[in-house]
């Protein structure tokens, strides 16, 4: 489109500096995770880079950039995440007789934020007691990076992957075939690599080392589910998964450990004022916010 643009979108710069600076403190301290997470963000920043140059260059491959233009759809979007897992969890409590169909086990992180045992610093068992560090950790920092590369790194690389298949196979398909074909082989890709990323936390393993198919395939059945509805049910996007992974997580922890990380000076206060203004921002543009969600069509960030 002729009047596309890369605007700068306000919400994000915000949490993503948060990331980058928390995930480097963390090295610096000897933990594990901010290595496995640093590097694992950084991969998936060159994979969005490869893919967007050779979108740009012209290869014809399905490809969306899932972030919202404007703040006011970023956090309306953000939100709705947010309600999304809220939902998800209260409705059998509201419902009686409805079986449960989610548990926090579904966004379970790739890398527990434990220090090598042999190797422990002061700095490393602080962040590992501290309830700010918990939040961040599970409520900030592994919902980005995560959704970052799962729901759009690695959907990217997906997609990428298709076009490849079609080239050698020499596959054509017509009427938006060719576009239907890389979304699918996008979205198989993303669920492998989501398995794969999950075989370092044990999560879905069983005492004796085998895979506990029953909980990965609805783990993974969840993740497929978040990226469709990144991009293709109402095209949320990113800001509504990570909305629903940090809610998610959140719910992981202990109500008090929650609490108490958000009421620490100054890590916790920096996060509920970050909060506080999106969420006034919110109730000030609340008119800005019904319009924008009205708007047909998507609303994605675009290089084309």
Request: no cysteine; aromatic share 18%.
């Amino acid at each position: 489109m002729a009047d596309s643009r890369f605007p700068f979108n306000v919400v994000l710069p915000i949490p993503l500096a948060f990331v980058v600076v928390a995930l480097y403190w963390l090295i610096r301290s000897g933990m594990e995770a901010g290595a496995a997470y640093m590097w694992l963000f950084v991969i998936g920043f060159i994979i969005i880079i490869v893919a967007a140059l050779a979108h740009r260059a012209g290869a014809e491959f399905w490809y969306e950039i899932p972030i919202d233009r404007t703040a006011e759809r970023s956090i309306f979007m953000l939100y709705l995440g947010v309600a999304f897992i809220l939902l998800l969890a209260t409705l059998p409590l509201l419902i009686p007789g409805l079986s449960k169909f989610y548990s926090p086990a579904m966004f379970t992180s790739f890398m527990t934020f434990t220090s090598d045992a042999g190797a422990q610093t002061f700095a490393a068992i602080s962040i590992e007691t501290s309830p700010f560090w918990k939040v961040f950790n599970y409520v900030i920092a592994a919902p980005f990076v995560e959704e970052f590369v799962l729901g759009f790194a690695f959907v990217a690389l997906g997609s990428l992957i298709g076009l490849s298949l079609r080239t050698f196979l020499s596959l054509n398909f017509s009427g938006g075939g060719n576009e239907a074909f890389d979304f699918v082989v996008a979205m198989a890709v993303s669920v492998a690599l989501f398995a794969v990323l999950h075989t370092f936390n044990g999560t879905y393993l069983n005492f004796d080392g085998s895979w506990n198919l029953g909980m990965f395939r609805n783990a993974a059945m969840f993740r497929l589910l978040m990226n469709v509805l990144i991009y293709k049910f109402a095209n949320v996007g990113l800001m509504f998964s990570l909305g629903a992974h940090a809610t998610s997580n959140a719910l992981g922890l202990a109500p008090g450990v929650f609490m108490a990380g958000l009421l620490t000076f100054p890590g916790g206060f920096i996060l509920l004022a970050f909060f506080v203004l999106i969420t006034y921002y919110a109730v000030t543009h609340a008119g800005e916010i019904v319009s924008v969600v009205r708007e047909a069509g998507k609303d994605f960030i675009t290089f084309d």
